[in-house]
């Protein structure tokens, strides 16, 4: 079955901490990961994602994240966090080449709060 | 501006009514979702579509209808078969590259009273 699971549910940082987020998916065949992020009252809007090449990827606001295809994950990471980084996170999953349909699978969303 | 636009913000419904979910894109995608989002539940798609007059089933798509008769729109008919409509719902485009972003929509907050 395709899935994608988050670690984490809710997670309490203080500003400056250091943060990881785990995500790890379970699909058939080639993908492209996505990391979303859902400001309180704001769009859902991309962070990051990886169709190919570099497993590291920088997003915007200094996230990045590395695909490890061995162990199936997709971890978002940031070395410094500020309270503004506040937000609901969503690892997402697509298959890649021709003919998939794009539509995304989603984990269950990790709650990210940043403590002044 | 470009972009997804979804009304009404808010909607509130009695059981037993249909309700209509509006999503407008201005980007001329092609393709089209609309996914449920529930607490700890992160999103799950409800229905897609990747071209007019063309559309197939996500993951929970009973209780649901659609229709896209135009490129720009994809409405969403929640019917009274929904057992539990209550949720907030997103829509999203994009092009049909599988490596391409999905937009989403502000979202709206379906309410059954």
């Known amino acids: 079955a395709q899935s994608v699971s988050q670690h984490n549910h809710h997670v309490i940082l203080s500003e400056a901490a250091s943060l990881e987020l785990g995500c790890n998916y379970s699909?058939?065949?080639?993908?492209?990961l996505f990391w979303y992020v859902q400001y309180p009252g704001q769009h859902l809007q991309l962070l990051l994602k990886y169709f190919s090449g570099d497993p590291l990827v920088k997003g915007i606001k200094g996230f990045e994240a590395e695909f490890i295809k061995s162990k199936f994950s997709f971890n978002l990471r940031k070395p410094s966090v500020q309270w503004s980084d506040t937000a609901e996170y969503f690892c997402?999953?697509?298959?890649?080449?021709?003919?998939?349909?794009?539509?995304?699978?989603f984990g269950q969303g990790t709650t990210l709060q940043v403590k002044p | 501006d470009g972009g997804i636009t979804q009304s009404p913000k808010y909607l509130f419904r009695k059981e037993g009514q249909n309700v209509t979910l509006s999503c407008e894109q201005n980007l001329n995608h092609d393709a089209m979702y609309w996914y449920r989002q529930d607490p700890g539940q992160g999103l799950r798609l409800i229905y897609y579509s990747q071209i007019v007059n063309d559309f197939q089933k996500g993951d929970i798509a009973e209780g649901y209808s659609v229709s896209r008769e135009k490129k720009e729109s994809f409405p969403l008919t929640v019917t009274s078969a929904q057992k539990n409509p209550t949720a907030f719902y997103l829509c999203?485009?994009?092009?049909?590259?599988?490596?391409?972003?999905?937009?989403f929509g502000p979202g709206t907050r379906l309410t059954v009273l």
């Open positions: 997402a999953v697509n298959g890649a080449g021709s003919g998939n349909t794009g539509k995304l699978i």
């Open positions: 699909y058939g065949g080639t993908v492209n």
């Open positions: 999203a485009s994009t092009t049909r590259r599988h490596t391409d972003t999905q937009y």
